[in-house]
């Protein structure tokens, strides 16, 4: 399952992950290696993620009958964990990755079942199936390098969306701070036009007071008495 593994890697590039990611179906594949139900089988063809070794390229034998029916434990187990881990796929990759994916198993399942009938080699066998994964790989390195771009262009535009949303809350802020100091402006000269009309009427209805009139110290009188003796007596007159 090797073109998995392709996937997880364009994955990682598309998505800018910190690592692949933990695919089940890798995983379940990876654990098929160590069966023992196909160990007569595990140094003639790969059983899990791995590269296809010189040996198995040579090997110009064709499956013996115990051979044939672990390589069939073996397809159809291989199969079970892409069953199984379908759904995971279907939301962790791309849908052109997985497709790429699952094409490449379709054709891997068919190959099998020629070796399994014994039409060709080991050799033969390991050859092609090599053959799909270098180009199940380029196709998928094309796919991931088309939507890296496609996601860098959509980023991009979506700055510049978020940028100009920016601009324009800032714009409306601005209109909105304009527009209540025109406020604050119109009401304070309502005020002021308010108060100068409270002022002017209260001019026109004041009436002066009177006059005030000096007050004037009364003049007293002078008097003058004059006594004037007769006799025994004292006789005085006032005027």
């Known amino acids: 399952m090797r073109w998995f593994a392709a996937l997880a890697s364009a994955a990682t590039a598309i998505l800018a992950f910190g690592q ?20 007569t089988i595990a140094g003639k063809i790969s059983l899990g993620p791995t590269e296809t070794t010189f040996a198995m390229l040579a090997d110009d034998s064709r499956p013996t009958d ?8 073996w397809a159809e187990a291989r199969d079970n964990c892409v069953k199984g881990g379908l759904a995971w796929a279907e939301r962790a990759y791309p849908a052109e990755l997985l497709a790429l994916g699952l094409q490449g198993e379709h054709a891997l399942l068919a190959l099998t079942v020629e070796l399994v009938n014994k039409k060709i080699t080991y050799g033969e066998y390991n050859k092609r199936r090599q053959a799909m994964v ?8 094309a796919v991931a ?3 890296q771009a496609q996601r860098v262009a959509e980023k991009q535009t979506d700055e510049a969306n978020r940028d100009a949303e920016r601009r324009a809350a800032e714009a409306r802020a601005q209109a909105d701070a304009l527009n209540q100091q025109a406020i604050a402006a119109q009401n304070d000269i ?26 004037q110290i009364p003049i007293r009188p002078v008097y003058q008495t004059v006594c004037s003796p007769i006799g025994n007596t004292v006789y005085c007159t006032t005027r």
Do not use: W
């Open 20 to 39: 692949p990611p933990d695919d089940p179906v890798i995983n379940c594949i990876r654990g098929l290696m160590t069966d023992e139900r196909f160990s």
């Open 66 to 73: 115990s051979e044939r029916a672990a390589i069939g434990a």
């Open 134 to 141: 270098d180009e199940i790989r380029k196709h998928a390195a």
């Open 145 to 147: 390098e088309r939507l």
């Open 190 to 215: 309502a005020r002021r036009q308010m108060a100068m009309g409270l002022l002017l009427n209260q001019l026109r209805s004041f009436q002066p007071p009177a006059p005030m009139v000096p007050y």
